[in-house]
Nanobody
Framework: QVQFVESGGGLVQPGGSLRLSCAAS????????MGWYRQVPGKQRELVAR???????IYADSVKGRFTISRDNAKNMVYLQMNSLKPEDTASYYC????????WGQGTQVTVSS
């Protein structure tokens, strides 16, 4: 079982940037494809970016060109650099494996508003 602690969210104006961090603990981190998910109340959790243990990345169309996922296997960390943020990026952001497994971390709230 891998456990997650997300951080780095906050309030940012449209066009701004944030960098999210995820600390993972538990099983061998480097074995897993890792992803960043986001959720808004009343909607399903959405996978926005994933990265393989070799560094191959895939992004949802809604964030492609604006978000960058990265990982540091030595530190058991996953990051999400978010640029050119839009109000529709407002959500709680979570990291997890892909596919995901319970338990989820507490997430980190990102609010994009002027």
């Amino acid at each position: 079982q891998v456990q997650f602690v997300e951080s780095g969210g906050g309030l940012v104006q449209p066009g701004g940037s944030l960098r999210l961090s995820c600390a993972a603990s538990g099983r061998i981190f480097s074995n897993y494809v890792m992803g960043w998910y986001r959720q808004v109340p009343g909607k399903q959790r959405e996978l926005v970016a994933r990265i393989t243990n070799g560094g191959t990345t895939i992004y949802a169309d809604s964030v492609k060109g604006r978000f960058t996922i990265s990982r540091d296997n030595a530190k058991n960390m996953v990051y999400l650099q978010m640029n050119s943020l839009k109000p529709e990026d407002t959500a709680s952001y979570y990291c997890n494996t892909v596919p995901w497994y319970d338990p989820w971390g507490q997430g980190t709230q990102v609010t994009v508003s002027s």
